[in-house]
């Protein structure tokens, strides 16, 4: 049977309306695209198209920040250029900063903050015992050895450079220091009678006295005073200043 134009026509459009109907249930049966190519938002993005922008590695939960930040005992914070530092450490440093700059104050030891005794040594003889306490309450130095002057003598009393001691003698409030004073010799030379004592205390630098000068009284109305007479430099003790 010969096919009539009409009828092939009415063919081609019923093969048409199949393939349509065919790519109409395969857009349904997906969800990705119509029948058009264009893509429905309302469905989930197909395995493979998810974002892969880096995600930074997780550095703990907030409970585990704070676990930690309660474990340590000293508080962290920044200083003036932005480093972190820790507050506790810092407290203690600067506490011994404070301490360094507060240290004790000490001064040169005078006659306005000490006490000074002259006693007779029994032994060894001819020799007297000064001692000089600090009065005050800071602590100071008893530098060299005192200058001596008996009545009005033109120049102190020698010192006896092998008394030299090892370091200054300090006082603290209450403490006390020593020096012995030989008055005179059998081979001694102008012997007199000393009836008063003045006592200048030597300058730091070693270039004459600082601060007014001391009068303590003698042991007796007089002391026999030579040319052998001569005095140690400051001691820490008694026994050390009647060796010479």
Same mark, same amino acid.
């Given at each position: 049977?010969?096919?009539?134009?009409?009828?092939?026509?009415?063919?081609?459009?019923?093969?048409?309306?199949?393939?349509?109907?065919?790519?109409?249930?395969?857009?349904?049966?997906?969800?990705?695209?119509?029948?058009?190519?264009?893509?429905?938002?309302?469905? *989930?993005? %197909?395995?493979? !198209?998810?974002?892969?922008?880096?995600?930074?590695? +997780?550095?703990?939960?907030? #409970?585990?920040?704070? /676990?930690?930040?309660?474990?340590?005992?000293?508080?962290?914070?920044?200083?003036?250029?932005?480093?972190?530092?820790?507050?506790?450490?810092?407290?203690?440093?600067?506490?011994?900063?404070?301490?360094?700059?507060?240290?004790?104050?000490?001064?040169?030891?005078?006659?306005?903050?000490?006490?000074?005794?002259?006693?007779?040594?029994?032994?060894?003889?001819?020799?007297?015992?000064?001692?000089?306490?600090?009065?005050?309450?800071?602590?100071?130095?008893?530098?060299?050895?005192?200058?001596?002057?008996?009545?009005?003598?033109?120049?102190?009393?020698?010192?006896?450079?092998?008394?030299? *001691?090892? %370091?200054?003698? !300090?006082?603290?409030?209450?403490?006390?220091?020593? +020096?012995?004073?030989?008055? #005179?010799?059998?081979? /001694?030379?102008?012997?007199?009678?000393?009836?008063?004592?003045?006592?200048?205390?030597?300058?730091?630098?070693?270039?004459?006295?600082?601060?007014?000068?001391?009068?303590?009284?003698?042991?007796?109305?007089?002391?026999?005073?030579?040319?052998?007479?001569?005095?140690?430099?400051?001691?820490?003790?008694?026994?050390?200043?009647?060796?010479?």
């Amino acid at each position: 049977m010969t096919a009539t134009p009409r009828s092939r026509r009415l063919r081609t459009l019923a093969a048409a309306l199949v393939t349509t109907a065919a790519l109409s249930l395969t857009a349904c049966q997906t969800g990705t695209a119509d029948a058009t190519g264009v893509v429905d938002s309302t469905q *989930p993005p %197909a395995p493979g !198209t998810e974002s892969t922008e880096k995600q930074s590695p +997780a550095t703990g939960t907030d #409970s585990d920040t704070a /676990g930690a930040s309660n474990d340590s005992g000293d508080s962290k914070g920044s200083d003036s250029s932005g480093n972190s530092v820790n507050s506790g450490s810092s407290g203690k440093e600067a506490t011994q900063v404070a301490d360094r700059k507060t240290a004790k104050k000490t001064t040169s030891c005078t006659a306005k903050g000490t006490k000074v005794t002259v006693t007779d040594a029994p032994r060894p003889i001819n020799h007297l015992l000064i001692k000089a306490t600090n009065t005050s309450d800071t602590t100071c130095h008893l530098y060299y050895a005192p200058y001596l002057r008996f009545d009005q003598a033109q120049s102190a009393v020698p010192f006896i450079e092998e008394s030299k *001691p090892q %370091a200054v003698v !300090t006082l603290e409030p209450g403490e006390s220091g020593y +020096a012995g004073v030989l008055t #005179s010799t059998p081979d /001694g030379s102008h012997p007199y009678d000393a009836t008063s004592l003045t006592l200048y205390y030597a300058a730091r630098s070693g270039q004459g006295s600082t601060g007014a000068p001391s009068h303590p009284a003698l042991p007796f109305d007089s002391v026999r005073i030579d040319s052998s007479n001569a005095v140690t430099y400051w001691q820490t003790s008694a026994a050390d200043a009647l060796m010479w």
